[in-house]
């Protein structure tokens, strides 16, 4: 069974970049089972895809944050990340990172989830 | 992109009724459809795939139904743990939308 954790930043100020990190266990990131998301859901708003990370290192994002959104793998540290520039106010809310399953098409296993805020 | 419209946003049952919640996708989405559960404070969990398989370890109360563009879940026996919200959301073409949610609340 998978375990997912994030962590990173929980207050970014306008302009900056926000960085988060999702750590895995219960397989490798380079597996191929899987692909690696990142979800989000804003105040007063659903929840939101935001991209994923497959285990050659490519990314599919959302075309809405693709100008400013980066996915990466970190095999040795089976872990996988996400870097959003130039952020504003409605970047705010609580980032989950997940597990897209190549098999279901669903998203099966989630982290906790990480409270973002953008303020200065 | 793909819009997914639930309903109700709300629903308001008791204990051992039967539940269902619908999902309108604005194109044909084949099967690729799912459905999650969510509870305060918690993430999203997956409850079925590709519109009516059963993800291991939900219970067998937990259906769900549909192809194209219209879809549904059904818990035929409401139990207090059902409580909560739930979301449909389609894998067949990025971006990978969901529904608003649909809040199940106690009668």
């Known amino acids: 069974q998978l375990q997912l954790l994030e962590s990173g930043s929980g207050l970014v100020r306008p302009s900056q970049t926000l960085s988060l990190t999702c750590a895995v266990s219960?397989?490798?990131?380079?597996?191929?089972?899987?692909?690696w998301s990142w979800i989000r859901q804003s105040p007063g708003t659903g929840l939101e895809w935001i991209g994923n990370v497959f285990d050659s290192g490519a990314g599919r994002y959302s075309p809405s944050l693709k100008s400013r959104l980066t996915m990466s793998l970190d095999r040795s540290r089976n872990q996988f990340s996400l870097t959003l520039t130039s952020v504003t106010a409605a970047d705010t809310g609580i980032y989950y990172c997940a597990s897209f399953s190549e098999y279901s098409y669903g998203f099966d296993y989630w982290g906790q989830g990480m409270r973002v805020t953008v303020s200065s | 992109d793909i819009q997914m419209t639930q309903s109700p946003p709300t629903l308001y049952a008791s204990v051992g009724n039967r539940v269902t919640i619908t999902c309108r996708a604005s194109q044909s989405i084949s099967s690729f459809l799912n459905w999650y559960q969510r509870k305060p404070g918690k993430a999203p969990k997956l409850l079925i795939y590709a519109a009516s398989t059963l993800q291991s370890g939900v219970p067998s109360r937990f259906s769900g139904s549909g192809s194209g563009r219209d879809f549904s879940l059904t818990i035929t026996s409401l139990r207090p743990e059902d409580f909560a919200t739930y979301y449909c959301?389609?894998?067949?073409?990025?971006?990978?939308?969901f529904g608003q949610g649909t809040n199940v609340e106690m009668k």
């Open positions: 219960g397989d490798s990131v380079g597996s191929g089972s899987y692909s």
């Open positions: 959301q389609q894998s067949h073409s990025v971006p990978y939308t």
